[in-house]
């Protein structure tokens, strides 16, 4: 039986879990291996019945929530150095070395774009359109909500802003070097740095032009987790009675990398609303907010 490698960012939860499922379908045909540098979210993979292969260097919590904030944009400071890279590296072609797979599977673990290129092992790269290179391009991505601030300027704005992003070339010295060493030639923009020989798309066809779409993406909608747990007794009872009030019941809440301030301001929004009974199971995000 062939291997398929998984390569997922373990510390964020809905990718881990997209991961999970894209191998459950494949398991059958293949042999399914994962691996990171994370612990975070790895008993996940394993109570689904998959290996895990824990690679150095194993991440920090810290380190964690610097490279989403990173990833967010809310933060310049790049949690990528030169040594992480290397040794990222290292610990990914030795386990590609071991294994000879037919092909990767990845989400945002940015280091197996190199380690896969050096290895020429074929990327499948699963992944939202918001933030790829077709969204840039594309006349119909949403303008964010602070461009707006500029009025009558905004449109213009939102184009510029979305051209240069598309011709930014700009990648860390660290992979650069990596690159180097590897005598990798590195793609012409940013964004060609993180696309892979097949990107899946989990966005909902509803929302995009698929014309639009370069050969090598494909729409596969979204891939939603499906655990073997049940929602605590704790929550059904309150469900149960909200119902009985007559109250709408409304889930709400986030990935592993959700933004705190936008969470407290729809929070703080949706408990304000008399004929709502709130759900909201992200106490891991904000550890200063209680929630019935």
């Given at each position: ?18 991961m999970i499922e894209v191998a459950k ?148 010295n660290a992979f650069k070097h990596a ?114």
């Amino acid at each position: 039986m062939k291997t398929i490698l998984f390569a997922p960012a373990v510390f964020n939860l809905a990718e881990t879990t997209r991961m999970i499922e894209v191998a459950k379908a494949m398991k059958d045909r293949y042999y399914c291996v994962f691996f990171g540098f994370s612990k975070t979210f790895a008993p996940l993979i394993t109570e689904s019945g998959f290996e895990y292969h824990l690679l150095a260097p194993i991440l920090t919590k810290k380190q964690e929530e610097q490279i989403i904030k990173f990833d967010q944009l809310r933060t310049l400071k790049n949690p990528f150095t030169k040594e992480m890279v290397a040794s990222r590296i290292t610990s990914e072609q030795s386990l590609i070395a071991k294994f000879e797979p037919r092909l990767i599977v990845t989400g945002s673990n940015v280091t197996i774009f190199l380690s896969a290129r050096s290895k020429k092992i074929p990327l499948v790269y699963v992944k939202p359109y918001a933030l790829s290179e077709p969204f840039f391009q594309s006349e119909h991505a949403l303008m964010p909500h602070e461009l707006r601030f500029f009025g009558p300027l905004s449109n213009p704005l939102w184009h510029w802003t979305k051209k240069r992003i598309v011709n930014t070339r700009w990648i860390p010295n660290a992979f650069k070097h990596a690159a180097q060493k590897e005598m990798l030639p590195l793609p012409k923009t940013s964004l060609q740095m993180m696309d892979a020989d097949l990107n899946l798309i989990t966005t909902p066809k509803l929302f995009l032009e698929e014309e639009q779409l370069p050969e090598n993406y494909r729409i596969v909608g979204p891939i939603f987790a499906k655990l073997s747990t049940s929602l605590p007794e704790e929550v059904l009872t309150f469900i149960q009675r909200k119902q009985q009030e007559r109250k709408r019941i409304i889930h709400f809440a986030m990935g592993s990398s959700g933004n705190p301030r936008m969470l407290r301001k729809i929070l703080f929004f949706l408990q304000k609303q008399p004929d709502l009974a709130v759900i909201a199971p992200i106490d891991y995000l904000l550890d200063d907010i209680q929630s019935d």
